[in-house]
């Protein structure tokens, strides 16, 4: 039987009233919010953004950051019909030769609706994304973030892999150049893209694409070293990166360990 551990010790999950749960599980989700606020705050800081956040933040941001309003309720209730998005398909395949550029294409059970995520093979110190959302084939909005510095999409990618937290993908220029928020929560999120000219698309992703997507972008960006004797072999035919590097989990639980990222004692 489950058990939830409590001040009061461990207690089975069906002993617990339904009012107790929902009170708990909104108080672990506020603690993690609290947590990511604080990192995000630091990332402002490092990138001299804190001075201009009440001047040039969208007043979202500037709320959130203030602690106003819970930004995961927020963007819920403003896009509240996001499409889900369920399968996806990678170009080129594993195995088969690289190109310039990598895709991937992200779309509902009808197809109706598609975000592609192209990303450039050749990243160095910098890389960059760019997301398309496309709505019947018809009308497609486009976010392009670039460049994306290593230490942002190694820390993006740690934070892809909970089960709940916000997690920001930008650029040094913050706000004032497209960016991209997942909102994850018990595995599935909900994914918003921002542009300062004005325009906004948002849809929904289950666990497995969450997943799928992250183990993707971490073969690109991050390829794992190749064995010594298969470098021949590679110069010869170069093929898309190699399986997921799974210790991509290991270095998440060690981010989410380290002191900061723990909300400060109460007064």
């Known amino acids: 039987m489950a058990e939830l ?25 506020r603690r993690i919010t609290d947590q990511d606020r604080q990192r995000l705050a630091v990332d402002l800081r490092e990138s001299g953004h804190q001075n201009t956040l009440k001047i040039t933040a969208p007043l979202t941001l500037q709320q959130f950051f203030s602690g106003e309003i819970d930004l995961d309720t927020e963007l819920a209730r403003r896009f509240a019909n996001a499409p889900l998005l369920s399968h996806v398909r990678f170009f080129p395949k594993p195995g088969q030769r690289l190109v310039r550029q990598a895709n991937a294409i992200l779309a509902s059970q009808d197809d109706s ?3 592609t995520v192209d990303a450039d093979l050749e990243t160095g110190p910098e890389a960059s994304l760019e997301f398309t959302f496309t709505l019947f084939s018809a009308l497609g909005l486009r976010f392009r973030l670039d460049p994306l510095v290593t230490v942002d999409r190694r820390r993006w990618l740690d934070m892809l892999d909970r089960n709940n937290g916000i997690a920001f993908l930008w650029t040094r220029d913050r706000w004032e150049q497209p960016y991209v928020i997942f909102v994850i929560r018990e595995g599935f999120a909900r994914v918003y893209a921002f542009s300062p000219l004005g325009f906004e698309a948002a849809v929904r992703m289950t666990p497995d694409l ?58």
């Not at 409590?6 to 009170?23: K, N, S, Y």
């Not at 064995?227 to 210790?247: C, H, I, N, Y």
Request: no cysteine.
């Open 5 to 29: 551990h409590t001040e009061q010790g461990r207690t089975p999950l069906d002993e617990i009233p339904v009012e107790e749960l929902i009170r708990l599980t909104r108080e672990f989700t």
């Open 113 to 115: 609706t598609i975000v």
């Open 210 to 267: 969450v997943r799928e997507l992250a183990d993707w972008l971490e073969n690109i960006w991050f390829p794992v070293e190749p064995p010594a004797d298969a470098v021949a072999d590679m110069e010869r035919s170069p093929t898309l990166a190699q399986p997921p590097d799974r210790s991509r989990l290991q270095r998440a639980a060690q981010f989410m360990a380290r002191p900061e990222a723990s909300p400060p004692p109460p007064p």
